[in-house]
């Protein structure tokens, strides 16, 4: 009975630390505290709580003495994912970044086996339709309070200040820092909104479920993420479809969602309509149909380069999140023109596309394979249970339209983790479910498993520790170097590159001391920022960036042109385009040292690509007028600078420069 009643303990808590991960990883944030302010404080808070429930599940385990272990036939097709990411580590291109993942990603196999362990916990501890039903209330609950932060945003009254994002700052991004992967965790919970709603029983749920679906629904509009918009109709609709005669019982209910919606719909056209700084809801959802410019052209050409890359490597791909070094090389012209060639990207916004190009074929195939096939088992096990259907297929379309969503956005840790415990949930209530039970000898091996896998993620839990560690130091030595306190903000930077290995680490680190080189004039400044440079270019020799910092490096010791570190700069430049053909600033700076060289039909070669790639390129226009200037050719000289003059009409020395032409 002590065994039982202890073995019951463990269970509940590992439950209920489930559902307070549902709660803490989508609101895990730290402002002003670290340079990644969103994804790493959500790793970290994964890993800790998935640490703590997995050294419940192993006392559980060392207790028991009759055990049970759940397994579904969706679980071959987990393992097969997960041995597959685990061959495709050993052979990445990057073996560090695939097992940690990509920063500001993470999504390397520490992760992808981190989201496995949090499934077969979620598969063996929801197993009532109580719990069930807590789970998808607290993905709502959750959800309400990250909508309510972002309509905050969008209204103007965000507490917060975020300087610098790369998106217009009239979209919400609440606690994830970016509009398209808030509005993942979003087409997640609107269809388990909807049938908490439809399910509430008394006022309080009605008005609390009801207020969490309207603040949901307007967050997602206001994030103008389409393919979302698409996957949430999805969602939407297949649970319409699997709720059946269920939404029957609720004529009333239903009118006055639709009533809200076209109210919420409306109101948000009118407001974004009138408002100087942002666009109509309703130009956003006909832009969608334009797709080959915006984001859905470049989407396009990254998925080009991503089927170059399969079928390159179809089997195990390049390694876990390896996505932006494939893609360095094999980005279209298109591409380049479109992102006016100063963009790569980590990630194809089409998880299919992207699992095939970094796992391989045959585990982007498992992947879907698994979460699909859980799906079905959910929809089949409880499709005719009229008492706890609404609930059942609120989940299960939640998990369809996040797939669907998956095929234009991305994944992350803060929505995807909760995916994964959704389908071990799902899974969990099914009535075909297997169940080994564990005598003597197999609680043994169980043991031994559970063991491994507690070794595994007390691993993964430290190194997400450190990363978090350094990415402090890292931030604090930002601020340091603003405050004009060099020697402690290079104390912070050493630290924060010790702890964790990070390129872009190297390339702001490095960028800085030659920058403290060249103002004080310190030799020993620009030597160290070459060994950065050059460290940046072993650890990661696919990634475009650390050369051109090399070059830089090598450029800021040079003496004259045709010196050995001039060489040595025009050399990585040359590395850059091998690495990124359609580097557009590459072309660029190799041009301007061929011009200093009076390499000139070399020089004009790289810059009538750089106009080719961005006719708004003023460097590329103003570099070439001086290129025609040397070469004594007044009228194409005339053309570029008047083209520059165009782009910065400010320039005082251009003007004195084509009034000198054309007086001759």
């Not at 990411?85 to 990509?102: C, D, F, K, W």
């Not at 993905?139 to 990250?146: A, D, K």
Request: with cysteine.
């Amino acid at each position: 009975m002590k065994n039982q009643k202890t073995e019951g303990i463990y269970e509940k808590w590992i439950y209920l630390g489930l559902l307070i991960l549902v709660v803490v990883v989508p609101l895990a944030f730290t402002p002003y505290l670290t340079l990644d302010v969103y994804d790493i404080a959500k790793l970290v808070a994964l890993r800790v709580i998935t640490l703590a429930l997995t050294i419940l599940w192993v006392l559980n385990i060392l207790n028991s003495k009759d055990k049970k272990i759940s397994y579904s036939f969706a679980d071959f097709a987990l393992i097969a994912f997960l041995i597959l990411a685990a061959i495709s580590t050993v052979l990445s291109i990057n073996r560090l970044i695939s097992v940690y993942g990509e920063y500001q990603r993470y999504e390397g196999l520490l992760t992808f086996l981190n989201y496995a362990m949090v499934y077969f916990l979620a598969l063996q501890s929801f197993t009532s339709f109580e719990r069930i039903k807590n789970l998808s209330r607290m993905l709502v609950l959750t959800s309400t309070l990250v909508s309510a932060y972002g309509l905050l945003q969008y209204l103007g009254l965000d507490p917060l200040s975020w300087p610098g994002q790369q998106f217009e700052m009239w979209r919400s991004f609440s606690t994830f820092g970016n509009p398209d992967l808030l509005a993942g965790l979003l087409v997640l919970a609107l269809p388990a909104a909807l049938s908490n709603f439809l399910s509430a029983k008394d006022l309080k749920e009605n008005t609390l479920f009801g207020i969490g679906l309207v603040l949901i629904s307007s967050c997602l509009l206001t994030t103008y993420t389409r393919g979302a918009w698409i996957a949430a109709a999805v969602g939407v609709i297949f649970f319409i479809v699997l709720a059946g005669k269920s939404l029957l019982a609720q004529p009333k209910k239903l009118l006055l969602v639709g009533i809200a919606f076209a109210l919420i719909f409306a109101g948000l056209s009118i407001h974004s309509a009138s408002s100087g700084g942002s666009i109509n809801i309703l130009e956003r959802i006909k832009s969608a149909g334009d797709l080959t410019e915006g984001s859905a052209g470049s989407r396009l050409e990254i998925w080009k380069a991503a089927a170059s890359a399969i079928k390159e490597r179809p089997l195990f791909g390049f390694g876990p999140d390896t996505f932006q070094l494939v893609e360095e090389k094999r980005a279209t012209l298109r591409y380049a023109q479109l992102t006016h060639g100063q963009s790569v990207e980590n990630n194809a916004h089409n998880y299919f596309l992207q699992l095939a190009t970094v796992l391989g074929l045959p585990a982007a195939i498992a992947f879907f394979a698994f979460a699909i096939g859980v799906i079905i088992l959910s929809v089949k096990a409880h499709r005719r249970n009229e008492d706890k259907r609404i609930i059942y297929m609120g989940l299960s379309a939640a998990s369809a339209g996040y797939l669907v969503y998956l095929l234009t956005g991305l994944s992350v840790v803060g929505t995807t983790s909760l995916f994964w415990i959704t389908l071990g949930a799902l899974v969990s209530g099914v009535p075909f479910l297997k169940r080994i039970k564990l005598k003597p000898a197999r609680i043994t091996q169980a043991r031994l498993v559970s063991a491994l896998a507690l070794a595994l993620i007390l691993v993964a839990t430290y190194l997400s520790l450190s990363m978090l560690a350094a990415d402090y130091y890292f931030n604090r030595g930002l601020n340091l170097k603003d405050a004009g306190q060099p020697n402690l903000a290079i104390a912070s930077f050493d630290t924060a590159t010790r702890l964790y290995r990070n390129g872009l680490y190297y390339d702001w680190y490095g960028r800085y001391l030659q920058d403290l080189g060249l103002a004080q004039g310190n030799a020993a400044f620009l030597l160290q920022s070459k060994d950065i440079a050059e460290a940046a270019t072993v650890f990661e020799p696919n990634e475009s960036d650390h050369w051109v910092y090399l070059a830089n490096a090598y450029a800021a010791m040079s003496k004259r042109p045709g010196d050995a570190e001039y060489n040595a700069a025009i050399d990585a430049l040359k590395s850059t385009l091998a690495v990124r053909p359609n580097s557009a600033l590459a072309h660029l700076l190799l041009a301007d040292a061929y011009r200093a060289e009076g390499r000139y039909s070399e020089a004009l070669r790289l810059l009538e690509y750089c106009i080719k790639v961005d006719p708004s390129s003023k460097d590329a226009h103003l570099l070439a007028g001086k290129v025609y200037q040397k070469l004594g050719n007044k009228s194409l000289a005339l053309k570029y600078f008047k083209q520059y003059e165009v782009l910065n009409p400010d320039d005082n020395n251009v003007k004195q420069t084509i009034k000198s032409l054309e007086s001759k």
